[in-house]
């Protein structure tokens, strides 16, 4: 069984027929195009497949693509503006907070929804937002000093 729903994804409005049991992730990455979130564990815990919807954070690989219809998702590809990076993605650039890159596209998801809730967190706060993220490279340390020079750069 299919069914067509209508989202916005990264500004831009989507008409997709797609069948009823396909996940959003799927749905973004191959009948959009959008492969930057990316399936880590495909039940939901690691992050790698954090997207905003409706500017909350959401596991991607575990929600129906059905349960977006009608609904804004912003992937980490709607970050960056004109062709300038956000400014998360420019501080985990930076500050090295990414080796493979397998998480990055989650982290910096996830490192964007907090600075919208926190805009000046502690080294704490980032931690404890950023818990659903799992990282097997970089030890999290990097991670942390580039979501507080991306707090910084937005103080600015």
């Not at 596209?105 to 993220?133: C, F, H, T, Y």
Request: with cysteine; aromatic share 6%.
């Amino acid at each position: 069984m299919t069914r067509v729903i209508r989202l916005i994804v990264n500004g831009t409005s989507h008409e997709v027929e797609i069948p009823t049991y396909r996940t959003l992730l799927d749905c973004l990455r191959y009948d959009l195009g959008l492969t930057g979130s990316k399936e880590g564990c495909g039940v939901g815990v690691c992050g790698a497949c954090t997207v905003l919807l409706d500017g909350k954070m959401i596991s991607s690989c575990i929600a129906l693509a059905v349960f977006a219809d009608g609904h804004a998702v912003t992937t980490v590809e709607g970050l960056a503006e004109d062709e300038r990076l956000h400014p998360v993605q420019q501080a985990f650039m930076d500050a090295g907070g990414f080796q493979c890159g397998i998480c990055t596209p989650g982290q910096v998801v996830s490192a964007k929804a907090l600075l919208d809730a926190i805009p000046n967190p502690s080294d704490a706060q980032i931690r404890e937002w950023m818990v659903g993220n799992l990282c097997r490279c970089t030890g999290y340390y990097k991670i942390v000093e580039s979501i507080r020079a991306a707090a910084e750069r937005s103080r600015a």
